[in-house]
């Protein structure tokens, strides 16, 4: 059933999936983590003041978009020079970093003609991308 | 005598939809303010969840799994930021975890992916029915989703290495199978699976209630890999993590996009859970890990009562 073969190759997707994931969730957990420093030390001037979270933080999302004019989709990327929206750099950066993994498999797949497996990453490539546009979610 | 059994069953069904909703048309869940200042709240944060990622280790469950009821049921936020930050607690665990398993030959790809498809599809359309339903309902809904993991929990039983006589035609045409290296042994194992459709479609209700709840859904993949697939254990909870990251990849868009991701609650989470499981997994060969499960599994029953109770509008 497993000839050396098909497990060398299942070894050889499985570490380029793994190198690139892992290079991107570094990226975007050190993204993560200096923004979050920039927020809480003032580095940044935060959208929504630190001491009025409390206010806000307990009120459904709608709400609260409405109260703290947060604009939503991709909106938060013309404001991340502010300290709370700057988090979300590094959150999509971590919420996208399986897509470069995903389409490092397609041409993998295509060199040993296993175009189903290949389909199968685009797929979820796309899946990925239009969740991502917010065009699924209502986003914009 | 045949006729009345449907229309019971749906008076029944009825009636359960208005238990669910009740709460809700008592006006939509602002969750009571606290009076502590701002900054004790993300502080408490990430401490529940530095512990929550030290016993989820040993517990073998996911941190997203006890961090929705318990943020959810006794912190002073909103459902919709606490499960958009769930989602990214399950989702930073398993991208952690991912390239190691990986590398250790105990995540599959070509098992995870083709499941991985149908539940990131089915995931969005939870996250957006999650974001679209009144929070009581959801919270209702999560105590009962809660009390099942824990009624999973203390019946579901785990196969080391089940017996798979003959791969379905769908696994086979898919060629999913595969062979690792046991640690304990250091036999290498092949391994293959059956009823892969029936497991596609249990993958889609799956993806379905990790957006809805924001939960992440390693409670339900490792059984449905292991005792359905027929996978082994170390290779089904090594592609959980795998599966788990796309999917909550996917419905962590849609939180993000509806602008329920705040990062004052997201943030503190995320690192508190990883600096836990980093430690969790120090002390996996230290701690019991009979008695972190059964303290895991009174903490849940607490937490999903607690839930259940607040979406029911008795315990606010």
């Given at each position: 059933m497993n000839t050396p073969t098909n497990a060398r190759q299942q070894l050889d997707e499985a570490f380029r999936y793994a190198f690139l994931l892992d290079w991107g969730t570094r990226i975007g957990l050190v993204a993560l983590v200096l923004s979050f420093a920039a927020y809480l030390s003032g580095l940044l001037t935060p959208h929504v003041p630190l001491d009025q979270l409390p206010s806000v933080w307990n009120l459904p999302v709608n709400t609260f978009l409405e109260r703290t004019g947060t604009p939503t989709g991709w909106g938060w990327l013309a404001l991340a020079h502010k300290g709370d929206l700057s988090n979300l750099i590094g959150i999509a950066l971590l919420a996208g970093c399986s897509l470069p993994p995903l389409l490092g498999l397609v041409p993998l797949y295509l060199k040993r003609r296993d175009t189903v497996y290949a389909v199968i990453c685009a797929l979820i490539a796309t899946v990925l991308v239009l969740a991502a546009s917010g065009i699924l979610s209502g986003g914009h | 005598m045949t006729a009345w059994r449907p229309t019971l069953a749906l008076k029944f069904l009825w009636l359960l939809v208005l238990l669910l909703a009740m709460p809700a048309f008592a006006g939509d869940s602002v969750v009571p303010s606290s009076?502590?200042?701002?900054w004790f709240w993300p502080l408490a944060l990430f401490v529940t969840c530095f512990l929550i990622g030290i016993v989820a280790v040993p517990a073998g469950i996911g941190g997203g799994t006890l961090f929705v009821p318990i943020i959810g049921g006794f912190?002073?936020?909103?459902l919709d930021f606490v499960r958009g930050a769930g989602l990214l607690v399950a989702l930073a665990s398993a991208l952690a975890a991912g390239p190691v398993l990986l590398r250790g030959g105990l995540s599959s790809l070509r098992l995870a992916l083709p499941l991985a498809l149908v539940a990131s599809m089915s995931s969005i359309a939870g996250a957006m029915l999650g974001l679209a339903l009144p929070a009581s309902v959801i919270q209702t809904a999560l105590g009962l989703i809660v009390l099942g993991i824990v009624a999973l929990m203390l019946v579901s039983k785990k196969s080391e290495f089940p017996q798979v006589a003959r791969p379905d035609r769908l696994s086979s045409a898919l060629g999913i199978h595969g062979v690792f290296i046991?640690?304990?042994?250091g036999r290498a194992i092949d391994w293959q699976v059956h009823r892969t459709p029936l497991g596609l479609v249990l993958f889609l209700a799956i993806g379905v209630m990790a957006g809805m709840?924001?939960?992440?859904a390693g409670w339900a993949n490792v059984p449905a890999l292991?005792?359905?697939?027929?996978?082994?254990l170390k290779v089904s909870a090594g592609t959980s993590g795998l599966v788990l990251s796309l999917v909550d990849s996917s419905a962590a868009w849609v939180y993000l996009n509806r602008g329920a991701v705040l990062p004052m609650i997201a943030v503190p989470s995320v690192v508190g859970m990883m600096l836990g499981a980093r430690i969790g997994a120090r002390l996996l060969h230290i701690l019991k890990g009979s008695v972190i499960r059964k303290m895991v599994i009174t903490l849940l029953l607490f937490a999903g009562i607690r839930a259940l109770l607040k979406g029911l509008g008795i315990w606010v």
């Open positions: - | 009076t502590l200042p701002w912190f002073p936020f909103h046991d640690g304990a042994s709840f924001g939960i992440g292991n005792l359905l697939m027929g996978a082994p």
